[in-house]
């Protein structure tokens, strides 16, 4: 790198939260993810951390305070001593003890034999050999609160220590621990998916995850709105990265710019996850230029701000990370980097962040390119301080900062015997007596502030956690009522609509007869005014012949009479109304046809007969004309 020292090319990799978990206390609602944050494994060419610092740290749900005697508080614990019920209490497993009140008694019955499954080992509650097994069992009914409460209870196990994992895998099964987190249902699916989260600290459980579905299913709900499931997710992204070989996997497809979009988030538990992710990812140089490609520093540095110890660590941690290759320095600083660099490192008192603060400065310090840069910007005071601190390696990390910028810091010696007055010397150790008692006070002090901060936090932790629980029993209440409720309208609504429909189909048939009748009833009346019309003109036609016109008068009142028989006979008869009229019709008109061929006829017989009488004898001319 141009205008780097050799000391430039050093390289160290911090792992993220290297530190005792014991000192670290946080609180989680019971139906939050009870995420791991990981860390990468330390190489360089300095020194090793120590033991201590090494590890993952599990972030746990504060457990509640033990009573005397917790069967007490259960109706059907009776059967249970109290011994057992005290590692439950004492590993956190309120789900499991809430089973014992279930209305089920064979879920009851499981929940003690699970209790009854708990012992201890070295310290932590660990379960029998094949104790697992209740819990596949219980995993089997189709009942939500015992399925959810079983993974919580394997989630808290699985992230209170590693012992239980083979256990839970070999007893369960992999398949039916991944099911669950592919449930539809929001309250199976975040213990499943946490349950995973936790699996994830134990690296002997990665090679299953990562190829047996865990990964993709991870993947896949990394976009979920459901921040509770995103939390758990994302921690199990940053367990999984603790281990080099799984990172491109992780990263693939969209998964690096995904968790820098989680930097952005307004909850600092997500944050939290993402900052370690990125932390455990950024020791290599590809991914490096990655996460500056796509704009993730601009918040990893304002997130140096943050108030929130853990998000604090996880934003140094990744700068530490970055700033060891000098390539990348002139980014990094250019983002502003420099400014909460000193700022953590004259306020912070939290020796992780102080250590990862004092690790960067040291990489930016062995570029001559930046020498002036922080030594104008007032970076050696803050490396004179942490150069006096009493942690082994920020001493040493400060120390070696100073002498990049060319400050030589030098430990006030001890008077040599003999060579002062004895009065002086015994004066030098009452002082350093008296500044050794006041630095130990001042620690007693701090870490009294620290128990009642910590104890603070775990009741609100505790006072958050039954706020939350009460929460969700009342929205799981609402649900049901809610549901139940459409159930009901959904079935009133159909049998409504049935019953309208029924009524549609009945006026459409009387409309259909209706017309039907209106149509044959408008025949049959033309057919008689058709009818009527032809009866009038074969009257007009015989106005001269009175003898016939009577008669035919009486064979069309006869014609018309039985006309009007027969349409009287065609209303009863409605099947046969419009043949049987057309028939009448037919008849009526042949008859009339005939009769006025018969009047034709006699009229023709008639003028003969008169023509006859008419040329008779020729003396009787003037009587046969007067005749």
């Known amino acids: 790198q141009k205008g780097a020292s050799d000391r430039g090319k050093k390289k160290k990799n911090y792992s993220a939260d ?30 090793k951390r120590q033991a201590t610092r090494k590890g993952t ?3 746990k749900t504060l457990r509640k305070p033990g009573v005397k005697d917790i069967s007490s508080m259960f109706n059907k614990a009776g059967s249970i001593d109290d011994k057992q019920l005290g590692y439950a209490d004492e590993a956190g497993l309120e789900p499991l003890l809430g089973l014992l009140d279930h209305e089920h008694p ?58 239980t994992h083979d256990g839970m895998i070999v007893d369960i099964g992999w398949p039916t621990l991944l099911s669950r987190a592919k449930a539809s249902i929001a309250e199976i699916q975040r213990p499943a998916v946490t349950l995973i989260a936790n699996l994830s600290l134990n690296e002997e459980m990665h ?23 995103k939390r758990a997710v994302c921690n199990a992204f940053a367990n999984l990265c603790s281990d080099e070989d799984n990172v491109q996997e992780v990263l693939g497809d969209g998964g690096l710019e995904m968790i820098i979009s989680f930097l952005s988030s307004d909850d600092d538990e997500l944050i939290a996850g993402a900052l370690h992710t990125v932390a455990n990812v950024a020791s290599t140089d590809d991914v490096q230029q990655q996460i500056i490609e796509l704009g993730g520093v601009a918040p990893i540095i304002k997130l140096m701000h943050s108030l929130n110890v853990m998000i604090q660590k996880g934003a140094t941690t990744a700068m530490a990370n970055l700033v060891q290759n000098a390539e990348f320095h002139s980014a990094l600083m250019d983002e502003g980097l420099l400014d909460p660099l000193l700022l953590l490192a004259r306020k912070s008192k939290n020796s992780e962040v102080q250590f990862r603060v004092v690790s960067a400065l040291n990489n930016l310090a062995s570029n001559r390119d930046y020498k002036a ?29 100073l002498a990049e910028l060319g400050i030589t810091y030098v430990k006030k010696k001890k008077p040599k015997a003999g060579g002062v007055d004895d009065g002086e010397a ?19 002090e701090e870490q009294m502030r620290d128990k009642e901060a910590r104890e603070a936090l775990e009741k609100e932790a505790r006072e958050r956690e039954a706020a939350e629980r009460e929460r969700i029993e009342r929205e799981r209440i609402a649900a049901a009522h809610e549901k139940e409720r459409q159930a009901r309208e959904a079935m009133e609504n159909e049998a409504k609509a049935s019953i309208e429909r029924e009524r549609e189909a009945m ?32 009257r007009a036609q015989t106005v001269q012949y009175e003898q016939m016109e009577r008669e035919r008068r009486e064979a069309l009142e006869r014609e018309k009479r039985e006309q009007e028989a027969a349409l009287e006979k065609a209303r009863r008869e409605k099947e046969e109304l419009e043949r049987q009229t057309r028939e009448a019709l037919e008849k009526e008109a042949r008859e009339a046809r005939e009769a006025l061929e018969r009047m034709k006829l006699e009229r023709e017989e008639m003028e003969r007969q008169a023509a006859e009488r008419r040329g008779g004898g020729g003396g009787g001319g003037h009587k046969g004309a007067k005749e």
């Open 373 to 401: 840069t922080l030594k104008d910007g007032g970076a050696v005071n803050p490396l004179k301080s942490l150069a006096r601190s009493r942690d082994p390696e920020i001493k040493r990390e400060a120390i070696e900062a």
């Open 106 to 163: 064979k879920i009851r019955g499981l929940a003690e034999e699970m209790i009854s499954n708990l012992q201890e080992d070295e310290n932590d509650v660990v379960v029998k050999d094949g104790g697992f097994k209740v819990c596949a069992e219980l995993l089997k009914y189709k009942n939500h609160q015992a399925q959810r409460d079983t993974l919580w209870t394997l989630a808290i196990l699985a992230g209170n220590t590693e012992l």
């Open 57 to 59: 740290i599990k972030l």
């Open 207 to 229: 090679e299953m995850i990562m190829e047996e579905g865990g990964l993709e299913l991870l993947k896949k709900l990394a976009d979920t709105d459901d921040l509770k499931l």
């Open 507 to 538: 006026k459409r048939e009387r409309e259909l007869a209706a017309e039907k009748e209106r149509e044959m009833r408008e025949a049959l009346e033309r057919q008689a005014a058709e009818a009527r019309e032809a009866l009038e003109r074969a």
């Open 426 to 444: 015994r004066e030098a150790r009452e002082r350093e007596r008296i500044e050794r008692e006041r630095v130990e006070r001042e620690q007693m």
């Open 18 to 47: 290297t530190v005792d978990s014991s000192a670290l206390h946080f609180t989680f609602p019971a139906t939050s993810a009870l995420v791991c944050l990981p860390q990468a494994k330390m190489v360089g060419d300095g020194f």
